[in-house]
């Protein structure tokens, strides 16, 4: 079993919609959460972090954190077609640990 | 947010050649860089991780003598691939770790697209 597991997609929402996007992981000691963007051919682009558990909010952007659950989502609202990339979860355990990712999502709006 | 280049973007160079990789933590210092490896439609592979001043910690399986690793200032760390092979040709990626208070994040830069002929 994977430390990290995301839904690798891919995922075709309509413009507009709401996009979720969620992983789980299996190491409790994971403290810190983060949502990247990768563009094709470029490299990951950090979206959002978070410590511990909660929500944090940017934007059009919501990430949660579920530490009792072992669960992490990303809320994408108003998706837009510059939205369309892979979506990669990372966490650690922090203390220059190294970031174990998730395979990524393959996201696409539609217009 | 903080900013991390490379250089270069892409590179092309024939089999047996060295090609060095620079990886520049813009705006910030960072002690920690890291190095990975991304085959098409794939994850993230961490090579090596890169503390300024000391040796680089590799991943098993992943040949220090061929990827050396040199993290000479807080700012700076490249990598050079020795006697490249056209197995070698991949996507690198470097990262900078950005640390304080809650924060514990990597920043990556935009990569180096590595072709060998």
């Known amino acids: 079993q994977k430390e990290v597991e995301q839904d690798p997609g891919p995922l075709s929402v309509p413009e507009g919609a709401i996009v979720s996007l969620n992983c789980t992981y299996s190491?409790?000691?994971?403290?810190?959460f983060m949502w990247y963007r990768q563009y094709s051919r470029k490299g990951p682009e950090l979206l959002m972090y978070?410590?511990?558990?909660g929500n944090k909010e940017d934007g059009r952007f919501t990430a949660q954190v579920d530490k009792s659950s072992k669960y992490i989502s990303l809320f994408i609202r108003d998706s837009q077609p510059s939205d369309s990339a892979t979506y990669l979860c990372?966490?650690?355990?922090?203390?220059?640990?190294?970031?174990?990712f998730g395979q990524g999502t393959r996201l696409t709006i539609n217009p | 947010g903080a900013v991390v280049s490379q250089h270069p973007s892409w590179v092309i160079c024939k089999s047996g050649t060295s090609v060095k990789i620079e990886c520049r933590s813009l705006?910030?210092?960072?002690?920690?860089m890291f190095w990975y490896r991304q085959f098409p439609k794939q994850s993230l592979m961490l090579m090596a991780t890169?503390?300024?001043?000391?040796?680089?910690?590799?991943e098993q399986g992943v040949e220090k003598d061929k990827f050396l690793i040199n993290h000479a200032s807080l700012t700076l760390s490249t990598l050079t691939v020795t006697s490249a092979h056209p197995e070698d040709s991949s996507f690198y990626i470097c990262?900078?770790?950005?640390?304080?208070?809650?924060?514990?994040?990597?920043?990556f830069g935009p990569g180096t697209r590595l072709l060998v002929l």
């Open positions: 990262s900078a770790r950005l640390a304080g208070g809650d924060q514990e994040t990597q920043y």
């Open positions: 190491n409790s000691a994971f403290q810190y």
């Open positions: 978070t410590y511990s558990s």
């Open positions: 990372a966490m650690s355990a922090g203390g220059a640990q190294k970031l174990v």
């Open positions: 705006d910030f210092q960072a002690t920690t």
């Open positions: 890169s503390n300024e001043g000391s040796k680089a910690t590799y």
